[in-house]
């Protein structure tokens, strides 16, 4: 959908002996060349879907090879063929029609080998047998693609179909988003793709035929043309294939066939929508999001060489699977044209920083010989403890053996590796984009908590005393390389810090995402939960406040959030029904929220004007698509269930909270991992503090305190996008910042 620039293609047209540069989607008498599947610099597994803009039928090369016969008409007055038999690395393509001749060089790249992550890690341990897939035939785990049908009987159960038995006299009809009753049957399709399970949904009825080829769409089967690629949660290292697909499931749980999270009830493929997804878009298997981008350009890529471009591509899912839409929108755009983040992050230092925090807060606190309040400690902590309580630690990336159990056996089991060892924290899982510190030889770190004045403003407000602001600062401490508290503060690397700056790992919403359709949907978790669960240990780790979070960071780099919308619903275990039943709050709102949304997009893919992209994106929001919370009548708990649109009664209902750092000072952008310093000001403490109280206070940040009027140490502007990283740090920007 992304036709004001060249991240999906390239196109040289010559005329008259002159070199223009002609999008390929102009209307023009040019020969134009464009690959529909991928960047022609990026196209794995050795084929590609390519489009030949001519009024004739083109002659067409690569290489030595003349594939003039494989190009078939579009009916659109283009070409299309998908051109297989690549070599590894460049392949020229040479295309000729009424005397003129473009020219586009395919790079291709292995299937299952690198593309833009950078070098592979090793080990890895492929699960093939958790999804049904042959064992792998080697260490790329590679695997022979299996293609299964299902169908959903009229009581709405999910059952396998035999295309060649005779056919069930029960299949249930859906109707699709474009108003088409068709008979539920789902081709799905898994295979390993960059060592990644992936799995493709889509409508196909085999009574009707097979399925077109990709240059030829048709509704015969229910597919409305457009595509959901389902993102998974959780936040763990990787070494390891994973055995989740996406947030896919089945209502008996092993069809993997809807994607049921975050209140998207029996929305995707019944109502037409194909869906696709990858075990390595799960961020409890593998929390790096550039290898998460890498498996979607891929799979996305096959799924384009078998059906065709989709009209757009929806992201969707919860927690990691937010960070992960986030994170890639803005740092690849063109693979997702909207998403729809579910109890969002920004990205994954955003979720863990708190989580540190929560940590080092806790073990002073807890063990002092003042009497803390849980109020005192949550003003501190800038949340409700019990977050702090119930996840302080419940998500340990900063320990080396946050490892998946089937990576702690390949290394319990292997001496060479056992010797070795294999370090599970967040930064070395992305060691290629963070770096080895030579120091160390592990990955460089990027947190930092130097010059954090731990509950500020909780000591201005009158919360805590100044003994107690004193207190906590004093013995804070950090984490150290290995994820153990020690007594110092920690410091971040400034290069790990540049880089997850500049290459997009800290999501400041200055590449892509500005040119995204984003509808936040939320199910509110903030604050105790209702009994019979702990009002402490229960509480869950998605607070609303990073919703919050992502609008003020678009705003900062953008100058607005045209678009970006904000729904809010109350969550599971806080209202009489499960919030993913029919008619519930949350299942209501997401279904707003899709119909919205592919309203806004087949607005934004209809105009066919020259038009930034951002620009269409905020002139064609639809005018009802407003930020809303979705309580019931009753207020957030029971009743039934209203749309408000306004927000000053919605803060009042579902309130969010905020963290350590911005109870610290730090802005609503909240987007500084190493703050710049200051020398202590009496002008920062209220009511003002004695010379005795500053000596201390100057004493504790002997090397001053947070300045956040300063941008972060090391903040530095998105460096591009398209990033492509070789290993240790080093990369490059396919798209640098102009």
Known sequence: MRRDHRRLMATLAFVGGAVLATPAWAQSTNLTVEVLSSRPELVTGGDALVHIGAAEAPKVSVGTTDVSGIFKSDQKGGWVGLVAGLKDGPNQLVATASGKEAKLTLVNHPLNGSLIAGPQQQPFVCENESHGLASPTDASCAAPAIVKYYYRNRAGAWRPFDPN???PNDIG???????QEVPLIVRQEKGVINRSAYLINILHDPAVGPMPPPFTRTTAFGWNGKLIYSFGGGVQANYHMGRNLGMMTGTDGKFFLEDLGGGFLDFFVTRGYAVATGSLNVMGSNNDDVKSAETVSKIKERFIEQYGKPIF????GASGGSMQQHLIANAYPGLLDGIFPARSYPDVMSFLQPLYDCELVAQVVDKSANKWTVEQKGAVAGKYWGYCVSNGTRYPNARPDNCDASVKDEVANDPALKAKGVRCTFQDNLVNIFGTDPATGFARN???????????????????????FIEVNSKIGGLDINGKVMGKRMVGDPIALRRAYETGRVNVGDGGLASTAIIDVRSYADGAPPAPFDALKDVDVHDGYHSAVMRARLIK???NAANHVMLTAPTLGRVQTDTRTTGSP??????????MMDKWLTAVTNDGSNTPLAKKIAAHRPADLVDACYPTVAGPFVGAVEKVTDMERCKKLFPFAGDARLAAGAPPSNDVFKCAVKPVDPADYKPALTA??????????????CDYRKPG???ARLAGTWVVFKGNGEYTALEPRR
Do not use: C, W
Not at 313 to 316: A, L
């Open 165 to 167: 038995a005779a056919r």
């Open 173 to 179: 009809m859906t109707k699709t988003s474009e108003g």
């Open 313 to 316: 591509t929806i992201g969707h």
């Open 446 to 468: 990027p947190f930092d908590n130097v010059g954090v004045q731990y509950g500020l403003q909780a000591l201005n407000d009158g919360k805590i005393s100044f003994d107690q």
């Open 557 to 559: 780099a953008n100058g």
């Open 586 to 595: 949350l299942t209501k709102m997401s279904g707003d929220a899709l119909v």
């Open 692 to 705: 005795e109280q500053l000596a201390r206070v100057r004493e504790v940040f002997p090397e001053g305190v």
């Open 713 to 715: 140490a090391e903040q």
